[in-house]
């Protein structure tokens, strides 16, 4: 029986085609056909700069997320990584904790906080440090501080994962070999971690490109993303457009991915790999 | 340049971790050039010591020299020492050269000396074709030997070694013990090493500390502590011995084996198995038992002996011996120098 211990993995591939594989042949056909084979879509998209500029916001906010969550996470799982592993479970649950609300929840969260009569004018104002309500909602800097903040546990949480693997006892051999705590950390810890971190980075990077609730509900007209075009679009039931630039996604997001890897591909390295 | 050994000093050093005490008082001096064993079951403290001479634990009591310089209060890469791990720990995204050369970059050694004496060092432990490898491309000997380039490269005037051998299987252990023997030869450096296993310490060391609960029950040559242990902890640890009980109310005396001793104090003595024998020489104490069992063992063969009042003896005969092996159930006479009871007092 050749399938035989393949067996078990029947209903997720069903699942996988009925969910993922037809819609995306679907979405695929309407892209392409209208009725018949035209590449009209795809000209519209790439003829016109507001398009084209949405883009590009979208990568460029994605990558600026996913740092953010980096240079915020990376050292927060450090930090929990070097605790007693007693005291580390509790402190991984807290990190955990908002990922319990939605996000639609979390982005209705940050307008009160940022709102007029929100808790941060309200302490500016009760500081002295302005006397008229400032405005910090319907921009970019919201958008960005609300998307790290929904994300950032799955920076944290993927960085910390990685640095469990890391031998402790390299550190040591490092420090008995003449390295204070600083060059250890760059010289060994931080190579050793890198690959935790760059796939932290991705994953909020992928997640990123599909954002669309946080911009519309706090973010400006301009922080439009590609996101909002398509759920504008299918609004407006012009399914071959919106799946056309869906396809644009995808493939931006694949094609930034694989230039990361390129890159970090250099510099990465598996802590797994000299296990004995 | 450093010197090439320095002397390491412990006095009195006392570490707990919570109730438990790890290290009790603990005082060893070692000798410059000197190949010092801590040996002990896992629990004894040797580990622990190790660590609070490398620096990554500190004593709660007493005091650590390397060399005239007391070092308690310096991290480790202040010390100047070198070490071998029982994991080897070798940097997993360094190739082998850059392995061995880490100790000399952290010490600010130029590149053109750095990449003569990583050759040199690789050398030394026959791996000079594998500098380019990634040390995930080694087997576990060739690891542990970059891991021992790695550590003596800079030269360190003490090395220290935790049971780097015991990951190893048996031939390459031997191989690795002979290896670690001639490094210490030719680099005359002091060594501190820390293992469980009684053999390894015996064949190694020029001196073994045998450690208990976190004390030293014994600090001697291999053949002192061999031949006379102090304690039945260590004849019991060090080597295979027969221990003979006294009975309860009469200290010094054992009928079994045809032995009165003087001392009123003596609680039971050690007898090596190899030093019993079943051709009786002129002045042997004489005792007849019972064959039990009998084991071959290669180059020896090992008797199981029960004497009349049930005490169980191991006899171990090499074979090159002109008797045949005995029978089991049969009775033989068996012998021994007197001297070669070892007394023990507790």
Known sequence: ?276 | MSEASAPVRFENVTRRFGQVVALEDFSLAVAPGEFVTLLGPSGSGKTTALNILAGFDHADAGAVFIGERAVGGLPPEKRNVGMVFQNFALFPHMSVFDNVAFPLRMRGVDKARRARRVTEALAMVRLADYAERRPNALSGGQRQRVALARAVVAEPPVLLMDECLSALDLKLREELQQEIRRLHRVLGTTVVFVTHDQGEALSLSDRVAVMESGRVRQVDTPGALYDRPASRFVADFVGRTNIVEAPAGAPGTFADIDLALDDRRVRAVSLRPEKLRRTPRDGDRRFEARVEDVTFLGAAVESRLVTRSGAVLRLSETRAGTLPPPERGQTVEIGYAPGDAVPLFD
Request: glycine share 8%.
């Open chain 1, 1 to 276: 029986m050749p399938f035989g211990p393949r067996l078990p993995l029947i209903p997720a591939l069903l699942l996988a085609l009925a969910m993922f594989a037809v819609p995306a042949a679907l979405m695929v056909q309407q892209a392409l056909f209208d009725p018949g084979l035209t590449a009209v879509h795809f000209e519209r998209f790439f003829t016109r700069s507001v398009y084209l500029g949405v883009l590009q916001k979208t990568l460029v906010v994605s990558a600026v997320v996913a740092s953010l969550c980096l240079l915020v996470g990376y050292p927060m799982a450090l930090y929990i990584v070097h605790q007693p592993p007693r005291r580390r479970p509790l402190l991984l649950f807290l990190v955990l904790v908002p990922m319990w609300m939605s996000i639609l929840v979390r982005t209705y969260a940050w307008m009160v906080v940022l709102g007029r009569e929100g808790i941060v004018n309200g302490a500016l104002q009760w500081l002295g440090l302005t006397a008229e309500p400032v405005t910090l909602l319907f921009n970019s800097y919201a958008v960005h501080l609300a998307m790290a903040q929904i994300l950032l546990p799955v920076m944290v949480v993927t960085c910390y994962a990685g640095m469990t693997e890391i031998d402790p006892g390299l550190v040591r051999a490092a420090r008995v070999m003449g390295a204070g705590p600083l060059r250890a950390f760059r010289h060994v810890f931080l190579p050793l971690s890198l690959e935790g971190a760059v796939t932290g980075w991705s994953v909020i990077f992928i997640l990123s490109m599909g954002f669309f609730i946080v911009p519309a509900l706090i973010g400006g007209r301009r922080d439009t993303l590609l996101g909002n075009l398509i759920v504008g679009q299918v609004a407006q039931t012009n399914w071959g457009f919106a799946a056309a630039m869906a396809i644009v996604l995808l493939a931006a997001t694949v094609a930034l991915l694989g230039l990361v890897r390129l890159v970090a591909g250099r510099f990465i390295h598996s802590p797994r790999e000299a296990r004995p």
